[in-house]
Protein backbone atom coordinates (compact mmCIF):
# COMPACT_ATOMS: atom_id res chain seq x y z
CA UNK A 1 0.00 0.00 0.00
CA UNK A 2 2.78 2.12 0.83
CA UNK A 3 4.48 1.58 -2.68
CA UNK A 4 0.75 2.45 -4.22
CA UNK A 5 0.51 5.63 -2.18
CA UNK A 6 4.44 6.62 -3.18
CA UNK A 7 3.82 6.15 -6.78
CA UNK A 8 0.79 8.14 -6.70
CA UNK A 9 2.86 11.39 -5.32
CA UNK A 10 1.57 14.11 -3.23
CA UNK A 11 -2.02 13.61 -4.15
CA UNK A 12 -2.96 11.34 -1.52
CA UNK A 13 -1.17 11.72 2.33
CA UNK A 14 0.24 8.97 3.51
CA UNK A 15 -1.33 8.21 6.50
CA UNK A 16 -2.13 4.79 7.16
CA UNK A 17 -5.66 5.44 7.69
CA UNK A 18 -6.73 7.02 4.86
CA UNK A 19 -7.72 4.99 1.53
CA UNK A 20 -8.76 7.05 -1.04
CA UNK A 21 -9.90 10.92 -1.80
CA UNK A 22 -12.37 12.86 0.34
CA UNK A 23 -13.99 15.53 -1.76
CA UNK A 24 -16.01 18.16 0.78
CA UNK A 25 -17.73 20.49 -0.91
CA UNK A 26 -20.31 23.03 0.40
CA UNK A 27 -23.55 23.86 -1.62
CA UNK A 28 -22.36 27.07 -1.93
CA UNK A 29 -19.13 26.16 -3.54
CA UNK A 30 -20.59 24.42 -5.78
CA UNK A 31 -23.45 26.91 -6.84
CA UNK A 32 -20.70 29.15 -7.74
CA UNK A 33 -19.04 26.60 -9.77
CA UNK A 34 -21.78 25.71 -11.79
CA UNK A 35 -22.21 28.86 -14.65
CA UNK A 36 -25.80 27.66 -15.26
CA UNK A 37 -27.28 27.68 -11.80
CA UNK A 38 -30.46 29.37 -11.36
CA UNK A 39 -32.93 30.11 -9.09
CA UNK A 40 -35.70 28.26 -8.74
CA UNK A 41 -38.56 30.31 -11.02
CA UNK A 42 -42.11 30.56 -9.79
CA UNK A 43 -44.75 28.65 -11.78
CA UNK A 44 -47.71 29.91 -12.87
CA UNK A 45 -51.47 29.26 -11.53
CA UNK A 46 -52.38 27.85 -14.31
CA UNK A 47 -49.79 25.49 -14.42
CA UNK A 48 -49.77 24.28 -10.87
CA UNK A 49 -53.57 23.66 -11.63
CA UNK A 50 -52.81 21.59 -14.97
CA UNK A 51 -49.72 19.56 -12.91
CA UNK A 52 -51.96 18.66 -9.76
CA UNK A 53 -54.82 17.46 -12.63
CA UNK A 54 -52.13 15.27 -14.38
CA UNK A 55 -51.51 13.73 -11.11
CA UNK A 56 -55.00 13.47 -9.59
CA UNK A 57 -56.03 11.89 -13.16
CA UNK A 58 -52.45 9.38 -12.59
CA UNK A 59 -53.81 8.31 -9.15
CA UNK A 60 -57.59 7.85 -10.18
CA UNK A 61 -56.02 5.97 -13.23
CA UNK A 62 -53.64 3.81 -10.87
CA UNK A 63 -56.54 2.98 -7.94
CA UNK A 64 -58.97 1.68 -10.50
CA UNK A 65 -56.50 -0.57 -12.60
CA UNK A 66 -55.66 -1.42 -9.03
CA UNK A 67 -59.88 -2.43 -8.44
CA UNK A 68 -59.67 -4.29 -11.64
CA UNK A 69 -56.56 -6.31 -10.96
CA UNK A 70 -58.15 -7.38 -7.25
CA UNK A 71 -61.37 -7.75 -8.18
CA UNK A 72 -60.39 -9.97 -11.57
CA UNK A 73 -58.12 -11.91 -8.98
CA UNK A 74 -61.08 -12.46 -6.27
CA UNK A 75 -63.23 -13.73 -9.37
CA UNK A 76 -65.62 -11.19 -9.66
CA UNK A 77 -67.01 -9.01 -13.31
CA UNK A 78 -65.51 -5.47 -12.56
CA UNK A 79 -67.23 -2.09 -13.87
CA UNK A 80 -66.54 -1.67 -17.37
CA UNK A 81 -66.24 2.10 -16.13
CA UNK A 82 -62.64 1.32 -14.26
CA UNK A 83 -61.22 -0.44 -17.15
CA UNK A 84 -62.14 2.56 -19.45
CA UNK A 85 -60.79 5.16 -16.41
CA UNK A 86 -57.76 3.22 -16.63
CA UNK A 87 -57.05 3.00 -20.12
CA UNK A 88 -58.18 6.43 -21.07
CA UNK A 89 -56.66 8.61 -17.86
CA UNK A 90 -53.78 7.16 -17.54
CA UNK A 91 -52.34 7.87 -20.75
CA UNK A 92 -53.38 11.06 -20.60
CA UNK A 93 -51.51 11.99 -17.57
CA UNK A 94 -48.60 10.68 -18.75
CA UNK A 95 -48.89 13.12 -21.64
CA UNK A 96 -49.72 15.84 -19.55
CA UNK A 97 -46.91 15.41 -17.36
CA UNK A 98 -44.52 15.42 -20.34
CA UNK A 99 -45.77 19.03 -21.46
CA UNK A 100 -45.21 19.84 -18.12
CA UNK A 101 -41.32 18.36 -18.44
CA UNK A 102 -41.74 20.63 -21.70
CA UNK A 103 -42.94 23.65 -20.39
CA UNK A 104 -40.33 23.83 -17.54
CA UNK A 105 -37.42 23.01 -20.04
CA UNK A 106 -38.57 25.89 -22.30
CA UNK A 107 -38.98 28.18 -19.10
CA UNK A 108 -35.65 27.26 -17.89
CA UNK A 109 -33.94 27.82 -21.80
CA UNK A 110 -35.03 31.41 -21.72
CA UNK A 111 -33.60 32.17 -18.56
Given amino acids: MADRI ?3 GSRLPCSPQYRGF ?3 LSAVSVMSMSPL ?3 PQT ?3 GWQI ?3 TAMAMALIALVALIVVLISKWAG ?3 WPGFNWIS ?3 LPLAFLMMGASVMHSVTVR ?3
Fill in 22 to 24: VLK
Fill in 50 to 52: FNY
Fill in 109 to 111: RRL
Fill in 37 to 39: YSA
Fill in 6 to 8: ALL
Fill in 87 to 89: MIA
Fill in 76 to 78: GTP
Fill in 43 to 45: VGR
